[in-house]
């Protein structure tokens, strides 16, 4: 379960350069961190615990933005809000994996909206007054549904990044003085804003419509819909084209059906248990030597964050069992005891 942005694990995102603090907004210190940091010597940087490398400490950046009195108010008091609800959750699950929960809840509300802010005036170089700041009030319901949906939730095991991050994402636009924001910038966005079946494509969000083999897909039609191939063609060069069966020649796995792979030719998937060294394993499992003793890699379910384990190898990688639980070294919202 990997991302490239506030996921989970993100081996290559310098937390530790992230803006820490957006003023006049002091309040909303930014603390955007992943859900769950990588272990120690797997590569990468571990966000810096609560406390340490607050604004103006070697790498961090402070930013002045001169926010408009009722737009600054309200982003004060939907961080407020929401800062609350991740602190409940924090409670009820840092303790879970050996660690305390933050108590910064200003910080852990407002991160992502002076993220935002910092990155739409160029780190304080754009001239605020150039721009105009909009909040979306349905998406402010959306973001506090959400957060607070999971706040019992411990095991991180439907969650690729934070589950209210897009939601609340959406929350805050910023385009220059006289023009419209952009809608979106990725599909998830799409998807917090009008539900499933939305992607973002040419900054707006279009529905995404299955279209016939044979039909162009990929860049949004004059429908202005995204088209996509159905669950037995893919995508070729612009024109839905059939997926290849077991057997046949072919170049790459996305030409392959589901349950195959490409070896010059399409090969099945191994399953469970089966040895796996040079093939490749079905959907969801992994090939690895996951107990102690064994000899040949096979086919096994990792198992997420949250759930028992005996060996590091049983755990989704790069998450190591400790304490009889696959445990990540860090978690967002908590801070080592």
Not at 178 to 206: L, T
């Amino acid at each position: 379960m990997v991302t490239s942005i506030f996921g989970i694990f993100d081996p290559g995102r310098p937390w530790a350069r992230l803006v820490r603090a957006v003023r006049p907004l002091v309040a909303l210190v930014a603390a955007v961190t992943p859900v769950v940091a990588l272990a120690p010597g797997c590569g990468g940087d571990a966000p810096p615990p609560h406390g340490a490398g607050g604004a103006g400490d070697p790498g961090d950046f402070t930013v002045d933005i001169e926010l408009p009195p009722d737009i600054e108010a309200r982003l004060l008091e939907i961080a407020t809000e929401l800062g609350a609800v991740i602190c409940e959750r924090a409670r009820n699950c840092c303790d879970h994996y050996g660690f305390e929960p933050r108590t910064d809840c200003l910080q852990l509300g407002g991160g992502i909206f002076a993220l935002q802010l910092a990155s739409a005036t160029e780190l304080g170089a754009k001239d605020p007054s150039e721009l105009d700041f909009y909040i979306d009030d349905a998406m402010v319901e959306r973001c506090l549904e959400v957060a607070r949906s999971v706040t019992t939730k411990c095991a991180f095991t439907d969650e690729v990044t934070f589950a209210w991050f897009w939601p609340c994402s959406s929350v805050l636009s910023v385009a220059p003085r006289g023009e419209e924001p952009e809608e979106c910038n990725a599909d998830p966005m799409c998807e917090a804003k009008h539900g499933p079946g939305h992607g973002c494509a040419i900054d707006s969000c279009r529905p995404i419509v299955e279209v016939e083999r044979g039909a162009a897909c990929g860049p949004p039609n004059e429908d202005a819909v995204i088209p996509v191939c159905g669950a037995s063609d893919h995508c070729e060069i612009g024109t839905c084209e059939r997926r290849l069966s077991l057997g046949e020649p072919c170049v790459s796995s996305k030409e392959c059906v589901s349950e195959a792979y490409c070896d010059s030719v399409c090969v099945a998937r191994a399953p469970l248990g089966a040895p796996c060294r040079d093939t490749a394993c079905a959907e969801g499992l992994a090939c690895r030597c996951p107990t102690y003793g064994c000899d040949e890699p096979f086919c096994f379910e990792p198992r997420d964050v949250g759930e028992p384990c005996s060996v590091d190898g049983e755990c989704s990688f790069p998450v190591l069992c400790q304490d009889g639980i696959c445990k990540p070294s860090s978690i967002g919202f908590c801070e080592p005891p």
